[in-house]
Every structure is written in C-alpha cells, then in structure tokens.
C-alpha cells in the first residue's frame, strides 16, 4: 500500500499518476531489452497484453476524457514491437506479435475453465471464497463477443504496425526513425481503436457511445506515441550482448549424447 500523503497525493493529481505510469512502463521496458536483449522484449509484450487484459474494464478519467486504463500497457505493445523490428528487423517483430497473440487466447481459455468451478461451500469460508469468486467474474466473464473483437484487433493492428514499419524504413534507406516510430503506431492504433469500438463497444453501448469512448483512447495513444519516440532514439545504439538462449541447451544435449 502507497503511504497516505502519496496516495492523496494522487487521488488528487491523476494526470501526473498516468504520465507516471507510462514513463514507468516504458523505463521497464527498456531495462529488460538492456538485460536480456530481444527475450526482454518478448517479455515485456507479454506481460504488457496480459496486465492490459486485467486492467482493460476500469474505466478512469485523463486529462478530462474518460478511457481504459488498459490502454497504457496496451500502447506499450507497440513500443516493444517497433525496437524489436528496429534492431532484430521485422520477423522478430512479427514472432513478438504471434506469441502476444498465443498468450493473450491461453489467458482467455485458462480464466474463462477457472470461472465454471463453484466457490468453496465449507462453513467459515463461503463468503470469502464467493466474494473472491465474483470478484474475479466481474473483470473475466469475458463475452464471445470481446474475445472474439480484442483478439482480432491485436493480431491484424499488431501486423500492420509491423508491416507499415519497415515499409517507412525501406522507403526512407533506414533515416527518420521518428516518423516510421510515430506513423506507424498512430496509423495502426487507429485500426485497433476503430475495429475495437465497432465489435466490441459498439453492440453493448451503442454506436454513438462507442465513438466517443474510441476518441478519447485514440487521443491518449498519440500522446504515450509521442512520448515513447524519445525512448527508442534512446535505446536504438545501445550495444546489448544478446545471448543466444538456446545455446546452453543445445551444449548440455551434445555433452550428454556424448557420454
């Protein structure tokens, strides 16, 4: 738990509490490229549409637009992908995309068989386990109809962001790495927030509510765009020792058929 001055603190400072966030999640993201090279990377894309899948309903309030807060974590995908498709060339950042995609439909699966186990009856803990139980339903009682949206969404808008990226860097003989950075996530954030709102939002709330709620999204994934520019300039000459990971493995096998 936060001490009481921090947390008032930002109950009363939002804004500053998301910039903070993103600068966090993109710091992060950037110390396990410098560790472990493109598996930090597959990590953080992995841990990233994980956490974004858990915090995805909660709605909050940023810089007066009401929006996800998934939507931080979500955006930093794109980050990860292009400094993976910027310094290991697209087809790691099309296998980061793929293994984004297999992990977000295991969480699915995995929550969605959690959620047909009844809550404990035994006396003295029925409340609690039901409490827990409903708790865990409300966030993951996921709909045919979110699953099928959200995952359909990430995998063409993901490939795309792939794609457009080094179409830019081809096109521009590898200069401008701002703009192949920012045009490529705002162009393909843009699908992902039109196909997102239309499948999913827009058959719950309506088509109206869904725009509106799509605009707000899209304006705070330009902005965490932006800021995330400065951090791949940042890390684009860095000389990481990337370890091939299968290697020890692969010796231990040798050394073992040999004996």
């Known amino acids: 738990m936060l001490p009481l001055s921090v ?28 560790l472990f090279g493109k598996m930090g990377l597959y990590t953080i894309v992995i841990l990233n549409i994980m956490l974004s899948n858990f915090q995805g309903p909660k709605l909050t309030i940023i810089f007066g637009m009401e929006t996800s807060l998934g939507v931080i974590l979500y955006s930093g995908i794109y980050f990860a992908t292009d400094l993976l498709s910027e310094k290991y060339g697209k087809r ?13 439909l295991i ?21 609690f386990a039901q409490k827990i139980h409903w708790a865990i339903a409300t966030i993951f009682n996921f709909t045919p109809l979110f699953v099928f ?34 045009v490529s996530t705002i162009s393909s954030q843009a699908l992902d927030t039109i196909l997102y709102a239309g499948i999913v939002w827009g058959p719950v709330l309506g ?25 791949i ?20 096998f040798k050394n073992d058929k040999q004996e």
């Open 7 to 34: 947390d008032t603190f930002f109950s009363t400072h939002q804004d500053l509490l998301w910039l903070l966030t993103v600068a966090i999640d993109l710091s992060l993201t950037l110390l396990l490229y410098r």
């Open 149 to 182: 949206g959200s995952l359909l969404a990430y995998l063409i808008t993901q490939s795309f962001d792939v794609w457009i990226f080094h179409y830019i860097k081809e096109k521009t003989q590898g200069r401008h790495l701002w703009l192949r950075n920012n």
């Open 207 to 231: 088509f109206r509510e869904a725009i509106h709620l799509a605009f707000a999204k899209y304006i705070i994934k330009v902005i965490i765009a932006i800021i995330d520019t400065f951090f």
């Open 92 to 104: 790691e950042g099309q296998r980061a995309v793929l293994l984004g995609f297999v992990a977000s």
């Open 107 to 127: 969480l699915v699966i995995m929550i969605y068989i959690s959620l047909r186990f009844l809550p404990s009856d035994v006396p003295g803990h029925v409340e």
């Open 233 to 252: 300039y940042w890390a684009r000459n860095w000389d990481v020792d990337d370890k091939d990971w299968n290697e020890p493995a692969q010796q231990s």
